[in-house]
């Protein structure tokens, strides 16, 4: 028990303190820098520090799922997608940088958030724990349509890393549908995208 404790505590830590690594090349990365203006690079910056939260707490969500899973299948598929996950956060940490954005200033509150909700969500069984996880990605699926929408058009390389991300999270979605899934009720449902609406607002400024 002291060396998991000691394991999940260097990944929180990992997450929040230090840079994150990718295995696959960030998209977009070969594509030349584009000319915004003040505005659209702030707004720009803006989203993706919204996205950064987003991976932050993907972290502490499969994190916190796969310490409340006995199923060894499970916890491997959650340990493969918290890996594409990492990478989506060394993505949007970078893209940040490019921006001349930062991280937000709450995400350690994020984390713990989320890592309580992915125990909690364990808790409940494996297919209400995948239930969760497929709507979560919907959820997130959703989202970066809209910034999609939002992102300015000549900003290929953010959109190129918004456009894969959404892929990644489609199929972890999809995944986890594979895996049992059951089907959330609807109130639940709905309490998520209030609690998503509230992070993504505040992440959009702090």
């Known amino acids: 028990m002291t060396d998991r404790f000691v394991i999940e505590f260097d990944k929180a830590l990992r997450t929040l303190f ?3 690594q990718t295995t696959r090349e960030m998209p977009g990365s070969k594509a030349p820098e584009a000319e915004l203006s003040d505005r659209e690079r702030a707004h720009a910056g803006a989203l993706m520090r919204i996205n950064h ?7 502490a969500l499969y994190q916190g799922q796969a310490l409340s899973c006995d199923d060894q299948t499970l916890r491997q598929a959650l340990a493969k997608a918290a890996d594409e996950e990492t990478e989506h956060l060394a993505w949007t940490e970078r893209r940040l940088v490019e ?20 125990i909690a969500a364990g808790k409940l069984g494996d297919p209400w724990s995948l239930g969760f996880l497929a709507e979560t990605e919907r959820q997130v699926e959703a989202h970066l349509d809209h910034h999609l929408s939002e992102l300015p058009s ?16 489609i ?12 089907e959330l009720p609807t109130p639940t449902i709905l309490l998520m995208k209030l609690a998503s609406r509230t992070m993504t607002r505040t992440a959009y400024y702090i």
């Open 171 to 182: 199929a972890h979605a999809e995944t986890a549908v594979r895996l049992g899934a059951r």
């Open 53 to 59: 939260v987003g991976e932050v707490c993907a972290q």
């Open 18 to 20: 230090a840079p994150a």
């Open 154 to 169: 000549q900003d290929i390389r953010s959109r190129a890393i918004v456009t894969q991300m959404r892929l990644d999270e």
């Open 99 to 118: 921006l001349g954005e930062r991280p937000s200033l709450l995400n350690p509150l994020w984390y713990l958030g989320a890592l309580g909700i992915g």
